[in-house]
């Protein structure tokens, strides 16, 4: 079976054949007539490889503060301004308007050691009015609040509440907020992007993303490839009409413009359409972010080249993990060694399935490599199912009206507004059962925690539907050994019931889950949760 999801990636991945959904769901075109009518850029029509792939700058302090948390010393503070930006994107096309941070889209990359902390003050320099179609009808977006507002979250950040970037906490251009980020976590690639209420997926397609390092001695000790070797990519997917600007599109629906899927036929690595980067035939660190809205990649290095995952979400993997395609769902973050000396004087592509997505020039001149790719990386202890002091079970939900169109979708069935139902106690550890019911994979991410995936196993969808009866229709799936580490987004597949341990440490205070899919975490698949005292706690 096709599901939706599959329907319009394919449509998107084979750019003038299948089709492109306008409303995502019931008006279907082909992609030709659809980029004539709307003068969308055929991507065979562009050059492949002419940029270079541009490397975003590490952010430099403006000095330190002292720690909120510990007046007695210092940290690094830094000031960074959101603003529009006018971009090249491509060789062969007029400059793009995108958002950014600072003089780039994506952000420039904050760097920082693991308990060492940092302050960021995000100034919003925005425009007042959006450049892309604002849907009034989704709960936060209404015409009584401001088109352009902003709110920054630290994506897998063991982040304070008052600086995670909570949606209703938003600002308008002209003034700032200062968020703490204590850090206090294992090496890894994590993300910034904005979290604003109901039009999150509009300000990130413009650009509103960026990534952040945090280093420590155990990983400095594994001696893997560092400095030019290392190289951060973010993908996205986009569309762009023939003067360079971006497009995103629209339902047929009179007055609610909302669709519950983007699939862009462009995509870009760190804001260049299918760049270039002349290697060395050495050992590569290569951070990856899937930074799309709602598209998942498939990616692999040119004729099944094998390559090496290191890390997930939340760090280090135990131990190297030999693949040769990789699945990343929005929001989701590999770390992989490829090593290029098998492939002097040859160009690499990196593609997802038929989406071209950059290339890998390899010099032909032998190089030295003194880097390492150790058998273990770190120990990663599994959690134990009987640490777990409560099991909740939650569902994935999507409303359809008369004619089979998406009208939202939801966590547990529970719109945004409804009173908190899930308190976990601080310091302790509970197992969340999810159960989706719709026809899509939806990457889920919980704030403030790391997470393990415990197992999948298939359901009889329409059984639960009926009378709320789970009957499994297959054997327990474990994590793939990609997965086996620790993650703070993990993807949920149709028709399943998916089991993830989580301990809840750091903060008492409110946090929110939701589905990555941009398109649904803005029309309601996104609840808040709360950190609790066991005085307040509650056995939802």
């Known amino acids: 079976m096709i599901s939706r999801r599959s329907f319009l990636e394919r449509a998107g991945a084979f750019a003038t054949s299948l089709f492109l959904a306008e409303d995502a769901v019931a008006h279907s ?32 302090s403006t000095g330190t503060r002292p720690d909120p948390e510990d007046r007695s010393r ?57 450049f892309l179609p604002i849907d009034h009808t989704l709960h936060g977006a209404g015409k009584d609040v401001p088109e352009v507002r902003s709110v920054i979250h630290l994506h897998g950040g063991r982040t304070p509440p008052a600086s995670d970037g909570y949606p209703e ?40 993303q960026g990534m952040f390092l945090i280093r420590d001695a155990e990983e400095d000790a594994l001696n893997l490839p560092g400095g030019k070797y290392e190289l951060p990519l973010v993908i996205c997917d986009r569309y762009l009409r023939k003067d360079g600007q971006l497009h995103y599109p629209v339902s047929a629906i009179p007055g609610k413009p909302w669709v519950p899927e983007v699939f862009g036929n462009l995509v870009m ?42 890390g997930s979400d939340q760090g280090l993997l135990n131990a190297p993990v030999p693949l040769t395609r990789l699945e990343l769902s929005p929001g989701e973050r590999a770390d992989i060694v490829i090593d290029f000396s098998q492939s002097a004087g040859q160009s690499i592509e990196l593609t997802s399935d038929s989406l071209r997505i950059m290339q890998f020039r390899v010099s032909p001149t032998p190089v030295h490599d003194t880097s390492s790719l150790p058998k273990t990386l770190r120990t990663i202890e599994r959690i134990s199912e009987s640490a777990a002091v409560l099991t909740r079970r939650l569902t994935l939900d999507e409303h359809l009206n008369l004619a089979d169109q998406s009208m939202d979708m939801m966590l547990n069935n529970t719109p945004w507004h409804m009173p908190v139902t ?27 925690v790391r997470l393990q995936l415990l197992d999948r196993r298939r359901i ?60 649904h975490e803005d029309n309601e698949m996104m609840r808040p949760y709360e950190i609790v005292t066991s005085s307040k706690a509650i056995q939802g």
Not at 115 to 123: F, R
């Open 29 to 60: 075109m082909s992609h030709a007539a659809h980029a004539a009518a709307v003068g969308l850029v055929d991507p065979n029509t562009l050059a492949p490889y002419v940029d270079p792939l541009p490397l975003p700058p590490r952010a430099v």
């Open 460 to 519: 009889d969808s329409a059984a639960f539907l009926g009378d709320r009866s789970v009957v499994f229709m297959g054997d327990t799936t474990p994590p793939k050994p990609e997965e086996a580490g620790w993650k703070d987004t993990v993807q949920v597949p149709p028709g399943t019931l998916t089991r993830i341990i989580v301990p809840f440490h750091g903060y008492t205070g409110r946090y929110v889950w939701h589905c990555h899919v941009l398109e």
């Open 169 to 208: 906490d938003w600002y308008v251009s002209g003034k700032s907020a200062v968020s703490h980020y204590p850090c206090r976590q294992d090496a890894t690639a994590l993300f910034y992007h904005d979290h604003s209420m109901g039009t999150n997926r509009l300000n990130i397609y413009a650009g509103l």
């Open 422 to 448: 899930e308190k976990p106690v601080l310091n302790t550890t509970e197992i969340w059962e999810i159960i989706n019911l719709t026809e899509d994979t939806h990457p889920i991410h919980l704030h403030l």
């Open 269 to 310: 690595v760190n804001g260049k359409i299918m760049p270039y980067h002349e290697v060395e035939p050495h050992r590569y660190r290569l951070r990856i972010l899937n930074g799309s809205n709602g598209r998942f990649y498939r990616l692999s290095f040119g004729e099944d080249i094998e390559f090496n995952v290191i």
């Open 74 to 130: 210092s940290i690094p503070y830094y000031r960074i301004a959101m603003r529009e930006l006018h971009v090249k994107v491509h060789r062969d096309l007029p400059p793009t308007r995108v958002w950014g941070f600072n003089n780039n889209s994506p952000g420039p990359i904050i760097e920082t050691r693991s308990n060492e902390g940092v302050l960021v003050e995000w100034l919003n320099n925005l425009p007042t009015k959006h």
